[in-house]
């Protein structure tokens, strides 16, 4: 398994699906792991509580990435509870899929804020927080920045995440700071069950754009995440790695 014994790393949203799993991920490959949430304490502490039992370090630590105070704060009790940060996962995200019509301002600012205000606001703190040695930063995309029918507003965030993440990567390299993003497809988590998507047309249609046949699993996106974060991606970064099993 790839190695980050010694890392600490700050998952966003990682109290249920995709963070979640990366954050178990990270802890198996001997990271220290902070558990972001907004509102999910319960389920914030169950994912601590899984990487305590398997011999991991990790807490559970409150706050709107939207909210410069709140993400100040997270950093800050990071530093306080394990002294560095070497890893910061911004995966927390909200989607809604709406056709033009039915778009409003009130839901425009909503995603906006946290898909994208979310991650220039962690990364912003998060690299007063790296080490001399530099970090990995890792943004949350998705196939859907591409566009997607019903989705301009999502798709729209996570275009700009890509262009951020470019960016970024720019302007961090000769600071030491590695920044990569992963899009990943479809995906079968606590969001999509409760949208109504697993189960549905929708998904039997990114079944079946999808060459690998089914739909992805939260460590399917969690095994890349930990590639990224190690140092053997260390000549990786301005890249965005698509993890959906061929689907586009």
Do not use: C
């Not at 010694?6 to 966003?12: L, M, P, R, S």
């Not at 997270?74 to 995966?91: G, P, Q, W």
């Not at 000769?174 to 479809?186: E, T, Y």
């Not at 969001?191 to 754009?209: N, P, Q, R, V, Y």
């Amino acid at each position: 398994m790839t190695d980050l014994k010694g890392k600490v790393a700050v998952v966003t949203g990682a109290s249920k699906g995709i963070g979640a799993a990366i954050a178990k991920r990270f802890s198996e490959a001997g990271a220290s792991v902070v558990v972001n949430y907004s509102s999910s304490k319960t389920d914030a502490d169950r994912v601590v509580a899984d990487i305590k039992a398997n011999g991991g370090k990790a807490v559970a630590i409150k706050g709107d990435v939207a909210k410069t105070a709140d993400v100040e704060r997270l950093f800050a009790e990071t530093e306080k509870v394990f002294n560095t940060l070497d890893v910061l996962v911004n995966n927390a995200g909200v989607y809604k899929f709406a056709p033009l019509e039915e778009i409003s301002e009130d839901e425009f600012h909503r995603q906006f804020n946290i898909n994208v205000l979310g991650t220039i606001l962690a990364t912003k703190e998060a690299v007063k927080h790296f080490g001399p040695k530099g970090g990995s930063i890792i943004n949350v995309s998705s196939v859907a920045s591409a566009g997607v029918a019903d989705a301009a507003i999502y798709s729209g965030t996570k275009g700009a995440v890509d262009a951020i993440t470019h960016a970024l990567a720019a302007e961090l390299g000769p600071r030491k700071i590695r920044v990569n993003a992963i899009a990943p497809g479809g995906v079968e988590t606590e969001g999509t069950h409760d949208a109504g998507i697993i189960g549905s047309e929708l998904e039997k249609e990114m079944i079946g754009g999808t060459p690998l046949g089914r739909i992805g699993q939260p460590d399917d996106i969690a095994r890349v995440a930990v590639f990224l974060a190690s140092d053997d991606s260390a000549w990786v970064t301005g890249e965005r790695l698509t993890a959906s099993g061929g689907l586009r």
